[in-house]
């Protein structure tokens, strides 16, 4: 939600300077004005500010559900896709983390930092046991060696079992976009010298 926002943010302030620019035309905004932008209009009560400000007592539990439930109905790709489980937390536990992640320096962080704060997460979900059937978190350290050992620059490259694409974004960090939860065939420069292949599920 705080990485959505963001995006959201950012996207609305290029709109808005493109239309006070002259650039773009003064009208109500669509959903294309931000995917043009790679962001989504966020639905009010899925924006981060939205949830930070519920009076006290509000079930943040449900908000988050009712956040969810509000970018799916919007956004048919991913009907289905969003965790809806929120409302077993407790109100406090979840108070905490929507503080945590407000601060200054997270309010602007892009997509490379989020994807780092997931990574570790990811590590210490992994340290206590959650490697089971035969599924395990390979950490950073040891996917920047592989990446520097292989030198994957041309050629097709193919991780059929790549997780959030670790892998790749490290190969090339600016392309982050790379993470994918499904099987994609993505150029990884520009000159389209070298084509990945990854997908998360089992061989």
């Given amino acids: 939600m705080r990485h959505a926002t963001n995006r959201y943010q950012t996207a609305l302030q290029a709109i808005e300077a493109a239309q006070a620019a002259g650039t773009s035309p003064k009208r109500p905004l669509v959903k294309g004005d931000f995917i043009k932008r790679r962001a989504l209009m966020l639905p009010e009560a899925a924006r981060y500010d939205t949830l930070l400000n519920l009076p006290s007592g ?6 988050l559900v009712a956040a969810m439930n509000a970018i799916e109905a919007d956004f048919a790709p991913l009907q289905g896709s969003l965790p809806k489980d929120y409302d077993r937390f407790d109100n406090k536990l979840l108070e905490n983390l929507l ?3 407000d601060s200054q320096a997270l309010r602007q962080a892009t997509g490379d930092v989020f994807g780092r704060i997931y990574e570790y997460f990811l590590m210490k979900f992994a340290m206590q046991g959650a490697q089971d059937n035969g599924e395990f978190f390979t950490p950073p350290s040891l996917v920047q060696t592989l990446v520097n050992i292989i030198e994957p620059d041309h050629g097709v490259v193919a991780d059929l079992a790549c997780g ?3 892998k790749a974004t490290l190969r090339q960090p600016t392309l982050s976009a790379l ?5 994609c065939s993505l150029s990884l420069d520009p000159a389209a010298r070298a084509w990945l292949w990854t997908s998360p599920k089992k061989p």
């Fill in 58 to 63: 509000a079930s943040l539990g449900g908000a």
């Fill in 99 to 101: 503080r945590c992640f």
């Fill in 164 to 166: 959030f694409g670790s």
């Fill in 179 to 183: 993470r994918r939860d499904f099987g």
